[in-house]
């Protein structure tokens, strides 16, 4: 039986690892959309410094949780209180084992506790399948993003 993914809020603790978390997703989970284009990549990942993970931690507007695999990080992601989901990285090793899901349940629950009624995000086309199958739908053409295609997506939240 595999073991039980533990999601928590992240804390200013958990910077570095977070860190580490989004650079090997994008640049290994993430490669058949920046197609190991350099410029793609740091387009892609020019935000993702220790400092502003140090921001996104203490701005009381959005919520970092992370999950744990046997009390070991594998996956972070973040959301706004306005409903958008900024993003869900995975250690490329974990993906299909159910982080993922369980790091957007999460935010879920907390836009949620936000009073909030739907959610919104910009998908990669890698990650659609995986949006889609948790109740997300395209609401719009793609767009480009940090020199990417996105497909802008929402879903309606309630109460379970």
Not at 22 to 42: F, K, T
Not at 82 to 94: D, H, I, L, N, R
Not at 97 to 122: K, M, Y
Request: hydrophobic share 40%; aromatic share 6%; proline share 6%.
């Amino acid at each position: 039986m595999d073991e039980p993914i533990h999601t928590c809020k992240a804390t200013p603790a958990d910077a570095g690892i977070i860190n580490r978390i989004i650079e090997r997703s994008i640049r290994v989970g993430c490669a058949l959309d920046h197609r190991n284009q350099p410029q793609v990549v740091a387009t892609w990942t020019q935000n993702q410094t220790h400092e502003n993970i140090q921001l996104w931690l203490s701005d009381q507007q959005l919520y970092l949780n992370l999950a744990l695999l046997h009390d070991k990080p594998v996956g972070v992601a973040m959301a706004s209180n306005q409903g958008q989901v900024a993003f869900c990285y995975v250690m490329p090793e974990w993906f299909r084992r159910g982080v993922g899901q369980a790091l957007v349940r999460d935010l879920e629950g907390w836009l949620i506790n936000q009073g909030l009624r739907q959610s919104r995000l910009n998908s990669t086309r890698t990650g659609e399948a995986f949006y889609r199958r948790l109740g997300y739908q395209p609401q719009a053409e793609p767009l480009t993003v940090a020199g990417l295609p996105v497909i802008p997506m929402h879903k309606a939240l309630s109460k379970v």
